[in-house]
């Protein structure tokens, strides 16, 4: 069963806008983990946060991660038409361990 | 090394057939994992291996599935008797031994369509 849930379901933006993404999830973790996926590819790995972290950068990625209320949220600054994809957070109970996805948000960006 | 290779990308196959996918990890990762994937939903977790051992099986995997790692590092997905509800992308996914890094690396998935 799939635990993590994105919001929104989709999302359209301006080439230049920020992308928000958020993730809500149901038990306690270990790390949670952020993918994109392209249309019918495989998943490629874009951050990863821990339990006992609250902030990350990587890029134009920024993770937040709030545990006391089982939410992250990934933004991505100055989108490109390449950030064209779907999303995914994903949890990882103890480490190392099968990841459990959510839905996913399509986020398409218009150039 | 260029990451998770799965093979073949795509099979169609009918009703009542077995069909046979296979995964090459990245050389150095222990841990291999199984994911399906269908249209508009996330990958749901199939099964899992560390080395040779099967750790985990999900409650999807029914005993049409089996999943094997002979040698602890190419891995098979067999999938006896399709039915239609098979169709979907199979995605199979590496990792680091413990303490080298908690990402998973997915390969390109197979696709299974099932007439």
């Known amino acids: 069963s799939q635990q993590g849930e994105e919001d929104p379901q989709a999302l359209s933006i301006q080439e230049g806008e920020n992308a928000t993404m958020n993730c809500s999830y149901k038990?306690?973790?270990?790390?949670l983990q952020w993918y994109r996926q392209n249309s019918g590819r495989g998943l490629v790995h874009l951050i990863l946060?821990?339990?006992?972290?609250r902030e990350k950068h990587s890029g134009r990625l920024r993770v937040t991660l709030d545990t006391s209320k089982k939410s992250s949220s990934l933004l991505i600054t100055a989108s490109r038409a390449a950030d064209t994809a779907s999303y995914f957070c994903?949890?990882?109970?103890?480490?190392?361990?099968?990841?459990?996805f959510g839905k996913g948000t399509r986020l398409s960006v218009i150039a | 090394d260029t990451g998770v290779s799965q093979d073949p990308r795509h099979k169609i196959t009918k009703r009542g057939q077995n069909v046979t996918f296979r995964c090459d990890p990245i050389?150095?990762?222990?841990?291999l994992y199984w994911y399906r994937q269908t249209l508009g939903q996330g990958p749901e977790f199939l099964t899992y291996?560390?080395?040779?051992?099967?750790?985990?099986k999900s409650r999807l995997l029914s005993d049409r599935f089996s999943a094997e790692r002979p040698k602890g590092s190419f891995s098979t997905l067999e999938i006896q008797r399709t039915e239609q509800g098979d169709s979907a992308m199979y995605l199979c996914?590496?990792?680091?031994?413990?303490?080298?890094?908690?990402?998973?690396?997915f390969g390109p998935g197979t696709r299974l369509l099932v007439l």
């Open positions: 996914a590496s990792s680091p031994p413990t303490g080298r890094g908690l990402a998973q690396y």
């Open positions: 038990t306690s973790i270990n790390n």
């Open positions: 946060i821990r339990s006992n972290e």
């Open positions: 994903a949890t990882d109970a103890t480490g190392n361990t099968p990841l459990v």
């Open positions: 050389s150095e990762h222990n841990r």
């Open positions: 291996f560390q080395n040779e051992a099967q750790l985990e």
